[in-house]
């Protein structure tokens, strides 16, 4: 026996060696593809079914995973958001200011009083030129805090319309899965209908027989009630003929007194 499984063995792998390396892919992927459409046409239906129910109940823990990332992508677009209204506001103020001190050495003045405190002309242009160069920052700052507002909002709106899509795609798959269980079971119903139409036949012979009992009862019953005389035997008597007057009198129901019939006008 080992020798003859060597022997196919052996022949086998021959077989595949002479046959070149494309056509050889080629023969393994057909065999692979005919072997596992007869194992997924050998799953029970049912099965399949339970297996998509449970699929569709694996997507709630995802659904509920994307919420939570969508809504803490919320809370960190909402603090950028009003990180930026706090940076616009501090810009407002320091463009307020830095025209001011523009506007006061425009006047030509050499001092300066702010807050009670006297400042000659080079500090105010130094203390000028400083908050300048903060509010350049800051501005472009606030440049770059709106493009990533701008990218994070599209991407949080592009993430609950995807939310919005698993949310509905689950409602109908679970419709989906509902309408293939009562397919199923309509199916089991007319199988099992088809199962009871094989006792026809039996039901058949009973009927047969109950008719073949009954008319044996009713042949019985009436050979019983029969008159029939014994065959075989001589008559010795001529049957009793009565007068015609008689017979249609008796037919009509005619009164034998007179013999007359009254017709009708």
């Known amino acids: 026996m080992c020798r003859k499984l060597l022997f196919w063995g052996g022949g086998g792998l021959l077989a595949v060696a002479l046959i070149s390396g494309t056509a050889a892919k ?35 823990p995802e659904i509920r995973k994307n919420m939570h990332v969508i809504a803490k ?64 920052t800051k501005a472009d700052t606030l440049e770059n805090l709106k493009k990533i507002l701008a990218a994070r909002t599209q991407g949080l709106e592009a993430a609950r319309m995807k939310l919005d899509e698993m949310v ?20 089991e119903l007319a199988e099992t209908t088809s199962e009871y139409q094989f006792d026809d036949s039996h039901l058949g012979r009973v009927r047969e027989l109950i008719e073949d009992v009954q008319t044996r009862l009713d042949v019985s019953r009436k050979l019983a009630e029969s008159t029939l005389e014994p065959m075989g035997q001589i008559k010795l008597d001529a049957p009793d003929e009565d007068a015609i007057e008689d017979t249609v009198a008796s037919y009509f129901g005619l009164d034998d007194s007179t013999g007359h019939v009254a017709l009708e006008n």
């Open 26 to 60: 080629s023969y393994v992927k057909t065999v692979a593809n005919d072997v596992n459409v007869a194992l997924h046409d050998a799953v029970p239906v049912e099965f399949e079914i339970e297996r998509a129910k449970n699929m569709v109940a694996d997507l709630k």
């Open 73 to 136: 992508e919320e809370v960190q677009v909402q603090r950028l958001e009003n990180q930026i209204r706090k940076i616009e506001e501090t810009l407002g103020k320091s463009e307020t200011d830095m025209i001011r001190l523009r506007n006061d050495l425009a006047d030509g003045g050499s001092v300066f009083v702010y807050a009670g405190r006297e400042y000659d002309r080079e500090h105010v242009r130094r203390d000028l030129a400083a908050r300048f160069a903060s509010h350049k």
């Open 168 to 187: 509905t795609a689950k409602k109908q798959l679970t419709v989906d899965v509902e309408n293939l269980e009562a397919q199923l079971r309509m199916v």
